[in-house]
């Protein structure tokens, strides 16, 4: 028998998803070269980092052809918006390249909210209901909120690195909510418009699928923490921590996800000729037993990733490259383990607002239990120094939540740096 074609990829990003990315298609016998781009130290274990802007069109394309890349994952959002898969397909100059992540179209599910509020009105799926403001009707804006029952959720419409979402208890909290994103403009132009939706109530879940816009897999759900504070208290952030699989999912809740959400997102998408391939997320809420869409995302999420990443026992990497072939993309199963994932983000003092960088990390040798995901963290002079907001992301793996979150905890006490901050309670609410 022939030997499969070994494959160059490229993953871009610098976060602790494209690391956990990297850690499970690194695994891959398939693999015969990984580079991703820019990178972190965490990557620059197990992979090659190439310096470059992955906002810089001519910087990714010379970086595809001088490294004979078959394979282009794309970590962050922006790429995806801007129109990235667009430009690589209409290049006369790349041959033979597969992206994974969707054409601009496609990705205006995440890139504009009032855009994914349409969709799904127009296909009947689900989701809050909702009104869109901008800057010549802010007055009216604030009248609606008056016939509203609080609390109020008010979006930005474009993109704002998962903090342009605000869940306001008060009439006076919405206004300045209101004020800050239109007129002092908080976001830029990702604020030049709202969505203001009535409130769920509910539990949330993060649902993800690997699509070539035909059929779909289902990858390992996750719950992920938001919020700063524990018991979900304070500003949004990126993320928190996440555990996999979410304990509250069962069989008939996830027909209803399939049924309502999934399939109708996906055929919408074709009725509409939006191509679309890639992973898709459903941010979803759970209201008594019923599923309505919060967000879509067009890539996976963070730090959902380096929870879901170590529950697939398939070859990803195979996954992703028959995904050109409908036949045999459909044909392929998709392996989880029954185990149970916790993830636990560790920060610098301050974020998501202010922080310091720049401190010395210690004890990153002492864990060997659980799987270690670099975000915001550099080497200098042979030393581990925090440089970004999320600094670590540590995720264990054990026979249930309670074990895995026990482990997770312990190997979380060995690592120390200043100001270091972590919530203590993620995935606690889940342990009945």
């Known amino acids: 028998?022939?030997?499969?074609?070994?494959?160059?990829?490229?993953?871009?990003?610098?976060?602790?998803?494209?690391?956990?990315?990297?850690?499970?298609?690194q695994?891959?016998?398939?693999?015969?070269?990984?580079?991703?781009?820019?990178g972190n130290t965490g990557t620059n274990l197990i992979a090659e980092n190439l310096e470059i802007n992955i906002n810089n069109y001519t910087e990714i394309k010379n970086a595809i052809i001088s490294h004979s890349i078959t394979i282009l994952i794309v970590g962050p959002e922006k790429p995806l918006v801007s129109g990235l898969h667009d430009k690589l397909i209409d290049d006369p100059e790349i041959r033979n390249l597969q992206v994974v992540g969707p054409k601009k179209e496609a990705a205006k599910l995440e890139g504009s909210k009032l855009f994914?509020?349409?969709?799904?009105q127009r296909h009947s799926i689900p989701t809050a209901d909702f009104q869109s403001f901008n800057e010549k009707n802010i007055v009216e804006a604030k009248n609606h909120l008056k016939h509203m029952s609080s609390p109020f959720v008010i979006k930005a419409d474009g993109l704002a690195a998962g903090k342009g979402v605000f869940i306001c208890s008060t009439l006076r909290e919405g206004e300045e909510v209101i004020d800050d994103i239109i007129l002092r403009k908080k976001f830029g132009e990702a604020g030049s418009k709202i969505v203001i939706e009535s409130f769920l109530?509910?539990?949330?879940?993060?649902?993800?699928?690997?699509?070539?816009?035909?059929?779909?897999?289902?990858?390992?759900?996750?719950?992920d923490y938001k919020r700063i504070g524990e018991n979900n208290s304070g500003l949004n952030t990126g993320g928190m921590g996440a555990v996999s699989p979410v304990s509250f999912l069962n069989n008939a809740l996830m027909d209803?996800?399939?049924?309502?959400?999934?399939?109708?997102?996906?055929?919408?998408?074709?009725?509409?000729?939006?191509?679309?391939?890639?992973?898709?997320?459903f941010g979803l809420i759970n209201v008594n037993g019923e599923p309505f869409v919060i967000e879509y995302n067009v890539r996976l999420g963070d730090p959902e990733t380096q929870a879901i990443m170590p529950r697939i026992e398939s070859d990803l990497l195979d996954l992703l490259h028959d995904m050109g072939s409908s036949s045999m993309f459909e044909k392929k199963t998709l392996k989880l383990s029954h185990d149970t994932t916790t993830t636990v983000i560790l920060t610098s003092g301050g974020y998501p607002e202010k922080y310091e960088t720049g401190y010395e990390i210690f004890g990153i040798d002492k864990i060997n239990e659980s799987n270690l995901f670099h975000a915001g963290m550099k080497l200098k002079n042979q030393k581990c120094l925090t440089s970004g907001g999320r600094v670590l992301a540590?995720?264990?793996?054990a026979n249930d939540l309670e074990q895995s979150i026990k482990k997770c905890y312990k190997d979380i006490e060995k690592i120390k740096f200043k100001d270091l901050y972590f919530r203590k309670d993620i995935g606690r609410d889940l342990i009945k």
């Open 1 to 25: 028998m022939n030997e499969p074609k070994k494959i160059n990829v490229l993953i871009l990003g610098s976060g602790g998803r494209e690391h956990a990315l990297a850690w499970k298609i």
């Open 116 to 120: 994914a509020k349409k969709f799904m």
């Open 27 to 38: 695994q891959s016998p398939l693999i015969k070269n990984l580079y991703v781009a820019p």
């Open 394 to 397: 540590i995720t264990a793996k």
């Open 201 to 223: 109530t509910g539990i949330e879940l993060s649902v993800f699928i690997l699509t070539n816009g035909e059929s779909y897999k289902v990858l390992p759900t996750a719950k």
């Open 256 to 281: 209803k996800i399939k049924t309502k959400i999934i399939e109708p997102t996906l055929s919408g998408l074709k009725k509409e000729n939006i191509e679309y391939s890639g992973f898709l997320f």
